[in-house]
């Protein structure tokens, strides 16, 4: 079993930065598939970036050239840079751990809020 907690949120101005921190319990996270999604308020909820087991890195259009996936195995965690942020980044940020390519199953952290205004 896998739990992950996402940290990091809160209230930034437009055009402001903020990282966000998703750290995984068990000692699988490394074969797992890493991803971040969002839900707006009353939307639903969309992927935003991802980064593989092997490290490979895909962006929704949304967020190219904005945001920025990592990860680091040693220390469970994988991280959302987020830059020049917009009124509609406004969103709970959910970290996802897919592991149902090989089995392991799929596993979701409870969400961070992540507000944009002045």
């Known amino acids: 079993q896998v739990q992950l907690v996402e940290s990091g949120g809160g209230l930034v101005q437009p055009g402001g930065s903020l990282t966000l921190s998703c750290a995984a319990s068990?000692?699988?996270?490394?074969?797992?598939?890493m991803e971040w999604y969002r839900q707006a308020p009353g939307k639903g909820r969309d992927l935003v970036a991802l980064?593989?087991?092997?490290?490979?890195?895909k962006y929704s259009d949304s967020v190219k050239g904005r945001f920025t996936i990592s990860r680091d195995n040693n220390r469970n965690t994988v991280y959302l840079q987020m830059t020049s942020l917009k009124p509609e980044d406004t969103a709970v940020y959910y970290c996802?751990?897919?592991?149902?390519?090989?089995?392991?199953?799929?596993?979701w952290g409870p969400g961070t809020q992540v507000t944009v205004s002045s």
């Open positions: 068990g000692s699988i996270f490394s074969m797992l598939d």
């Open positions: 996802n751990g897919d592991g149902r390519e090989r089995l392991l199953g799929n596993y």
């Open positions: 980064i593989t087991s092997t490290g490979r890195e």
